[in-house]
């Protein structure tokens, strides 16, 4: 028997979809049971894991891991710890342990474990994914949604590029899984999972998502170089309305031309911006425009941090730039990063213009401001329904993250019971 931890996305619940997709994979050779929710389980819940599913072999799906320093700040919803982590290895003992995903140096310490082939397997694989019974969706819930694989940007801080082309899911397998989750699940609403969601080649899926027999809602990314070069704006727009876009994100990352240029990032400043700007027009109060930008990029001054509540886009997001040298999902910052710019004192990054603990100040005294609060955003939009939080939540309120704990804390209660009954 084979289990596989995987942590709850926050904010509230969504699924990582590699865990699934891996545990599918493993199903031809085993029995294997996905485990949601691994942040907040108490190390009883995993000793009665254990004794439930005797398991010869114990993975872990680490990409949403950080999550855990979420901790720091309201521990008790949380229970990891050094001694935890130790503990859990030893409740395990006599297992293989194999793990993936994009923060494995945080389980690196605790024990020795495989660092397992098959996640680059999954790269290849973009058939239509199923989900099944002891995945225990939830009623209505939002679930990940796959369309294709790879990226042609090459974006210097990313270590998710690991296909340079874009491979599509085939459109009836698409189309197939989407029926088949809405007549198994009653699912209706998907979070996309799709670097290049909105090149050209979406047009048929989005025709598609319109003329499905139910409501069909999405969340995806979005890039601007793609709506500039798509020669008719206004019909595009449209497009994305009646398959029913509710949120668009656009990584525009920075609003200095020299640091777009370094980063090899989408056109000008003043371009995006106009497209942002037409795109707003059209999509106002039914599309939500969602950017985000990163601090600490190469040759950014930050002149643009005021201008940010002015741009073309209903909601934005600052976050500071995190370089993981230990990953071993490597990015080409990463790889060499003074060659961009970033020299390392106490282990934290610095450019000419700020350091890692500035970049973090920023985003902190940004994040809790009470002016011009922040509502929830993007993918976010399932991660909260999936609790039954509202999606005009403010989640840069503090009252309103507590509230979003409890939900997420009840919504793994409801979990396990369904998991005990398997
Ligand atoms: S950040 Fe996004 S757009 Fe840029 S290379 Fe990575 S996946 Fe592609």
């Known amino acids: 028997m084979i289990i596989i931890f995987t942590d709850v996305t926050f904010p509230g619940f969504s699924r990582s979809l590699g865990a699934y997709m891996y545990a599918n994979k493993l199903k031809t050779y085993s029995d294997v049971q996905v485990i949601d929710f691994f942040g907040d389980l108490s190390l009883n819940t995993i000793k ?11 993975g872990f799906s680490s990409t949403f891991f950080q999550e855990y320093k979420i901790g720091r700040w309201t521990p008790r919803y949380f229970p990891h710890s050094d001694k935890y982590m130790r503990d859990l290895f030893k409740v395990f003992n006599g297992c293989k342990f194999i793990y993936g995903g994009v923060n494995t140096e945080l389980l690196e310490p605790y024990e020795k474990m495989t660092w397992h082939e098959g996640e680059q397997r999954l790269w290849l694989d973009i058939r239509k994914h199923t989900w099944h019974e002891n995945d225990l969706l939830f009623e209505d819930e939002w679930l990940p949604l796959e369309t294709s694989k790879g990226c042609s940007f090459s974006c210097p801080f990313c270590c998710y590029r690991k296909l340079k082309i874009q491979v599509h899911k085939d459109l009836n397998e698409l189309r197939q899984e989407i029926t088949e989750n809405y007549y198994r699940f009653g699912i209706t609403k998907y979070m996309i999972v799709d670097s290049m969601f909105t090149t050209p080649e979406a047009e048929e899926k989005l025709k598609m998502f319109r003329d499905l027999p139910f409501d069909f809602k999405f969340t995806c990314f979005a890039r601007v170089s793609h709506f500039q070069n798509l020669y008719d704006l206004e019909k595009w727009s449209e497009l994305f309305l009646d398959a029913g876009c509710m949120s668009a994100y656009f990584g525009i990352e920075s609003l200095n031309d020299e640091t777009l240029k370094t980063i090899h990032k989408g056109p000008d400043v003043k371009t995006q911006l106009d497209i942002l700007s037409k795109l707003r027009e059209r999509w106002y109060g039914q599309v939500q425009i969602a950017a985000s930008f990163i601090i600490g990029l190469p040759k950014d001054d930050l002149n643009w941090l005021d201008d940010l509540d002015k741009g073309p886009w209903d909601v934005h997001h600052i976050q500071p730039l995190r370089l993981e040298l230990n990953s071993r999902l490597k990015s080409p910052f990463t790889e060499n990063p003074e060659k961009w710019g970033y020299s390392f004192e106490n282990g934290r990054w610095k450019t000419q213009y700020l350091d890692e603990l500035e970049a973090r100040k920023i985003c902190f005294k940004y994040y809790f401001r009470d002016k011009n609060p922040i509502p929830v955003m993007f993918h976010y939009i399932g991660h909260v329904s999936n609790v039954g939080l509202s999606i005009n939540s ?25 998991l005990w009954k398997l």
């Open 394 to 418: 403010n989640l840069n309120n503090k009252e309103t993250v507590e509230l979003l704990l409890k939900k997420r804390s009840a919504k793994r209660k409801e979990y396990l019971k369904k």
């Open 48 to 58: 009665k894991i254990k004794r439930k599913f005797k398991p010869d072999i114990v």
